[in-house]
């Protein structure tokens, strides 16, 4: 049977300012992710932009239901404090109760005991489903963006009506070591109740599992957890851990998120949601289906804040594999001599189109990837020039490192050969993830 | 010698700040910034661009900061007020490459040299430039861009 997950290598649309790069970038990239917050926000404005641009690129909404456990104060807008933001409150529309208990009195947040009484949970779970089926291939004649819709349908000679998501994700919630075994009784039974009610059009069903660190490291809570997804056999697996940031991961902690991937993959195919390389060779073993990334963020996540975020720009050193600050980058390349002149810098460190278009003289060029400039704060904030470039070498690496075909064995030789050659030129802290990572997969291969 | 006692991070920085931008041989400024930190205080003399991060005890986390002005500083120290440098803390200083000095609260001269700065490497040549840049800025003036 073929996988559910419709190509590797996903891309995360953050917020409308990615819509530039996401069009340049199309032919990289196989699918695209979106927030329900943003495409509530969007609506229509999102459908034009991707049936003009990424016309055919499958997509998957990621429904955001864990917004609401937590406290209100996460939805609430900072213009009008008190009231839940516009978006969370199109979006609080658009899946009706429980969530109209939110900002029914004080602020507050929903609880699983709510979601568990009566025909709520099923009204629910249908009603987010249908938010994903409608939100990006309806619009009425009177909405604002119609005619760039309608534009867009001529120019296609398709109908925004065709373009359904690539699947169809069940409401979820939040486990952490607090209350897990509530939520996850209402994870599980959205699940059966979305698989239940499908349509015969629509898309596979996928069940969104966003677990904590601590649970991570929980043997047996994982074990429970796993035995009730194999249960229901949802038809892929969004994995989300907070704040999982690879090249940060102890080896124990890399070694449990593999082994958890792996007795995954054993019940449905498996999406890390926010991943970076060490994701890219689980994809390469065959443990994930795919794996997801912003335009030059979103690598990790947290579970909170909800959404967010300041715009960083960090430079991808392609030998290491991972997002660095610009004076860590720096380090690196002067640590392998990489600065002496553009041949050199572009065997050692990137010939991507990028370098290739910025570097010259990279001892003084390549300050343009970490040029800052004051913001109304007074802190030091990536000028847009910066942001750009070091998006674009971003998904420049990140289309070669999805298209490589070197087996997980042979990109992790490659590592320990870069590990053992930079050892004695770099500080050994922006290095140290190389052996973690191998030190995990291997022990996974025993 | 005086001791600095009272004092906070922030006085430090300004009683260093005025008493160096009184010399004719020193240009000074305060708050550069390099690689998305901000450095208390750099000045220029015969040339050489000195870095300075002023702390009270947390002589480990300025260590790090001054390895990070390494980047662009042919010298970078840690300044504190007066206190006992166990052996551990000179190898610190020494394998970063990072000075030591101790804050005077009297005389033009705002520091006592205890460990000397001897940097590994060569500063980048673009962050060194900077830095020289912003000293020769009017105190409390910044750059509109930089790394």
Redesign the interface.
């Known amino acids: 049977m073929s996988s559910p997950v419709l190509g590797p290598h996903i891309v995360r649309y953050g917020f409308a300012g990615d819509q530039y790069l996401l069009a340049l970038f199309e032919n990289t990239f196989d699918q695209l992710i979106l927030n329900a917050k943003i495409v509530a926000h969007m609506g229509s404005g999102l459908s034009a932009f991707l049936l003009n641009n990424l016309l055919g690129k499958p997509y998957v909404i990621d429904p955001q239901t864990y917004s609401f456990q937590h406290d209100a104060s996460y939805l609430e807008s900072s213009s009008r404090p008190g009231e839940i933001s516009r978006t969370f409150s199109k979006l609080i529309d658009c899946y009706g109760p429980p969530l109209d208990l939110i900002s029914r009195g004080p602020l507050r947040f929903v609880s699983p005991a709510e979601f568990a009484q009566g025909s709520v949970l099923e009204k629910f779970c249908a009603r987010v489903v249908d938010f994903q089926r409608t939100a990006l291939t309806s619009h009425s004649a009177g909405q604002d963006s119609a005619k760039y819709i309608r534009f867009a349908e001529r120019k296609s000679g398709k109908k925004i009506h065709e373009f359904g998501p690539a699947l169809l994700v069940a409401p979820y919630f939040y486990l952490d070591s607090l209350g897990w075994q509530e939520w996850l009784d209402i994870n599980i039974e959205a699940v059966v109740l979305v698989k239940s009610k499908a349509k015969k059009t629509d898309p596979p069903i996928a069940a969104q599992l966003v677990l904590s660190k601590d649970l991570l490291l929980d043997g047996s809570a994982l074990s429970r957890i796993l035995a009730k997804y194999a249960a229901v056999k949802p038809d892929a697996i969004l994995l989300w851990i907070d704040s999982f940031q690879e090249n940060e991961s102890s080896q124990t902690e890399l070694q449990a998120f593999v082994n958890l991937a792996s007795r995954l993959s054993k019940v449905a195919s498996v999406v890390n949601l926010y991943g970076g390389f060490f994701s890219e060779l689980l994809v390469r073993a065959g443990i994930f289906a795919g794996a997801a990334h912003g335009l030059e963020y979103g690598e990790d996540r947290p579970v909170l804040p909800i959404g967010g975020g300041v715009a960083s720009a960090r430079y991808y050193m392609p030998c290491l594999h991972v997002r660095m600050?610009?004076?860590d980058a720096?380090?690196v390349a002067?640590g392998i001599g990489a600065l002496a002149d553009q041949a050199v810098f572009f065997k050692k460190v990137c010939d991507c189109p990028t370098c290739q278009e910025i570097i010259t003289d990279p001892?003084?060029d390549f300050?343009l990837f970490?040029?800052?400039?004051?913001g109304k704060d007074g802190k030091?904030y990536p000028?847009a020039t910066t942001r750009d470039i070091c998006a674009k070498h971003y998904m420049h690496l990140k289309k070669r490192e999805f298209a490589s075909h070197d087996s997980m064995s042979v990109a992790v030789n490659k590592l320990r050969t870069t590990s053992t050659q930079m050892k004695d030129q770099v500080e050994a802290r922006l290095i140290a993830h190389l052996s973690r990572w191998i030190g995990a997969l291997e022990k996974h291969g025993e | 010698m005086t001791r600095a006692a009272g004092l906070s991070e922030r006085s430090m920085v300004e009683h260093a700040c005025s008493r160096l931008a009184e010399r004719d041989d020193v240009a000074v400024n305060v708050e550069v910034?390099?690689?998305?930190r901000?450095i208390d205080l750099v000045y220029v003399r015969h040339g050489r661009v000195c870095t300075v991060e002023f702390k009270l005890a947390a002589w480990r986390r300025a260590l790090r900061q001054a390895a990070?002005h390494l980047?662009g500083a042919d010298s970078a120290y840690v300044c504190m007020p007066r206190r006992p440098v166990p052996d551990e803390m000179r190898d610190a200083f020494h394998q970063v490459g990072a000075g030591l000095l101790f804050f005077e609260n009297e005389g033009d001269w705002p520091f006592e040299l205890v460990i000397e700065a001897r940097s590994k490497?060569a500063p980048?040549?673009?962050?060194r430039q900077q830095l020289f840049d912003a000293a020769h800025c009017s105190v409390g003036e910044?750059l509109?861009?930089?790394?």
């Not at chain 1, 970490?370 to 004051?374: E, F």
């Not at chain 2, 980048?124 to 962050?127: D, K, L, R």
């Open positions: 600050l610009h004076r720096l380090r002067r001892n003084t300050a970490g040029l800052r400039k004051p030091p000028t | 910034p390099l690689g998305g901000f990070d980047l490497n980048w040549e673009v962050a910044g509109d861009v930089y790394v």
